[in-house]
Structure formats: structure tokens, C-alpha cells
């Protein structure tokens, strides 16, 4: 008998079947992780690597292997002969993980502003801010998700603060943005992502003040509205 599907059709995990430059243990992790931030794998759900690694289209073995990754990081945790269950956050810890963000990110993002970025690396900018967009549009959610996290650790890297950009690739891991599909389906997530254009002209224009604004109303929407709130 064939196991139970972990997501419905319509959100089903993609298969890792195809060579990538990324080892599959890393591939599984980063995918099962864009799916708990989006909602697709939701607290209380249990896990089995045997069924995800058939989603997959691979070996148990580096599903296995990202599980223990993604435990250690605190996404899920082990239950013995079941598999692992998915892992909920406060409201309060969700808030403090976003404090977190605003102290590392706003001066660092102030900090690109006034200082510029060359043609090549703005042009590159503006195209994931693009992309970002199409993928709210079409209510891609993990697309939308890994654009988005592309975009933010690339301009964050831009201001030459490794530390930071590590504590926040961290952080956005565990952000849980349950609202973000509703808001997709309404039509209402592309407003919000189009604040990645405006984020990018902020930086185009070296006006910090308005990449100050943009970016405290930006962070807001993780508690806010992607999060159903």
C-alpha cells in the first residue's frame, strides 16, 4: 500500500530527483523549511522520512539526515518509532524573534541605503523584487519564500556583516507565516511583496530615512498579516 501523502496535491513537496549543486540532505532541510514557515507543514503534524523521501523522489537516508538538522535548529523533535513531530512557537517567542530581526536589520539596511550599491548588484536586486512579485501573483508560496529570503540575506551581505546575516538567515527560518496563503488566494500578497520594489528603489534613491520606513513596516507584516493576524 502506497504511504499517505505529508501535503495535498496542490502543495505538494517538489521532487529532488534532479542534480542540484546542493547535497540533498541540505535541499530536503531548506525545502521542508520554507514549507513550515508557509504553513503547508503545521504544528502537531507528524513527519515520516520514508514518506517525504517518496514525495521527494529520493533515499530515506538524507531525509533522515535534514530531520536531524531541522531538530537540532528546533523546527521539530523526534518521537521514537513514529517519526517527528512539527514544532509550534509562542506568539511571544515569535515576537521576540522579529525584535531581534529589527535591531540586526534596520541599521544594517539604512547603512546599504547610504551607501549605494553598484549598477550590477542593484539590477540583480530588482529582478529577485520582480520575481518576488510574479510569485505572489501566482500564489507560489515557497517560491515567493526562497525570493524573498534571497533578496533580504543579498542586501543584507551587501553591508559587509557576515555575523548578521547568519543570525538572520536563523531567524527568518523559524518565522511561521500562516496568513501568507489567505492572502494569496485573496489577491492581497502581492501589496504586501511589492515593498520589495520600493525597498529596492530606497536603496537606488540612497534615502535611509525611507529604508528606515520601509523596513519596520516590512518586518511588521511577520506578525502582523503573513501571519493571519
Same mark, same amino acid.
Given at each position: 500500500m502506497a504511504s499517505r501523502p505529508t501535503l495535498p496535491d496542490s502543495r505538494r513537496l517538489p521532487r529532488l530527483d534532479e542534480p542540484r549543486d546542493l547535497p540533498l540532505r541540505a535541499q530536503v532541510a531548506e525545502h521542508l523549511r520554507h514549507a513550515f514557515i508557509v504553513g503547508d507543514l503545521t504544528p502537531g503534524? *507528524?513527519?515520516?522520512?520514508?514518506?517525504? &523521501?517518496?514525495?521527494?523522489g529520493i533515499s530515506a537516508t538524507p531525509v533522515r539526515e535534514a530531520m536531524l538538522d531541522l531538530a537540532t535548529e528546533g523546527h521539530v523533535t523526534a518521537l521514537p518509532y513514529k517519526g517527528y513531530r512539527v514544532l509550534e512557537f509562542s506568539?511571544?517567542?515569535?515576537?521576540?524573534? !522579529?525584535? /531581534?530581526?529589527?535591531?540586526?536589520?534596520?541599521? /544594517?539596511?539604512?547603512? !546599504?541605503?547610504?551607501q549605494g550599491l553598484p549598477a550590477d548588484t542593484l539590477a540583480a536586486a530588482r529582478r529577485l523584487a520582480e520575481d518576488?512579485?510574479?510569485?505572489?501573483?501566482? +500564489?507560489?508560496? *515557497?517560491?515567493? *519564500?526562497?525570493?524573498? +529570503?534571497?533578496?533580504?540575506?543579498? %542586501?543584507?551581505? &551587501? &553591508?559587509?556583516?557576515?555575523?548578521?546575516?547568519?543570525? !538572520?538567515?536563523?531567524?527568518?527560518?523559524?518565522?511561521?507565516?500562516?496568513? %501568507?496563503?489567505? /492572502?494569496?488566494?485573496?489577491?492581497?500578497?502581492?501589496?504586501?511583496?511589492?515593498?520589495? /520594489?520600493? *525597498? !529596492?528603489?530606497?536603496?537606488?534613491?540612497?534615502?535611509? &530615512?525611507?529604508?528606515h520606513t520601509l523596513m519596520a513596516a516590512h518586518l511588521g507584516h511577520i506578525t502582523g498579516v503573513w501571519a493571519g493576524n
Amino acid at each position: 500500500m502506497a504511504s499517505r501523502p505529508t501535503l495535498p496535491d496542490s502543495r505538494r513537496l517538489p521532487r529532488l530527483d534532479e542534480p542540484r549543486d546542493l547535497p540533498l540532505r541540505a535541499q530536503v532541510a531548506e525545502h521542508l523549511r520554507h514549507a513550515f514557515i508557509v504553513g503547508d507543514l503545521t504544528p502537531g503534524q *507528524i513527519l515520516s522520512a520514508p514518506t517525504l &523521501a517518496e514525495e521527494f523522489g529520493i533515499s530515506a537516508t538524507p531525509v533522515r539526515e535534514a530531520m536531524l538538522d531541522l531538530a537540532t535548529e528546533g523546527h521539530v523533535t523526534a518521537l521514537p518509532y513514529k517519526g517527528y513531530r512539527v514544532l509550534e512557537f509562542s506568539p511571544e517567542t515569535r515576537a521576540q524573534h !522579529v525584535e /531581534l530581526r529589527a535591531f540586526i536589520e534596520i541599521p /544594517l539596511m539604512r547603512r !546599504v541605503a547610504e551607501q549605494g550599491l553598484p549598477a550590477d548588484t542593484l539590477a540583480a536586486a530588482r529582478r529577485l523584487a520582480e520575481d518576488s512579485l510574479r510569485a505572489a501573483d501566482s +500564489t507560489d508560496l *515557497i517560491e515567493f *519564500i526562497r525570493l524573498d +529570503t534571497s533578496l533580504h540575506l543579498g %542586501l543584507l551581505a &551587501a &553591508a559587509g556583516n557576515d555575523v548578521a546575516v547568519r543570525h !538572520v538567515r536563523s531567524l527568518r527560518s523559524l518565522a511561521r507565516l500562516s496568513g %501568507l496563503r489567505t /492572502l494569496a488566494e485573496e489577491g492581497e500578497l502581492e501589496n504586501t511583496a511589492r515593498e520589495h /520594489l520600493e *525597498i !529596492v528603489a530606497a536603496i537606488a534613491d540612497r534615502d535611509p &530615512a525611507r529604508m528606515h520606513t520601509l523596513m519596520a513596516a516590512h518586518l511588521g507584516h511577520i506578525t502582523g498579516v503573513w501571519a493571519g493576524n
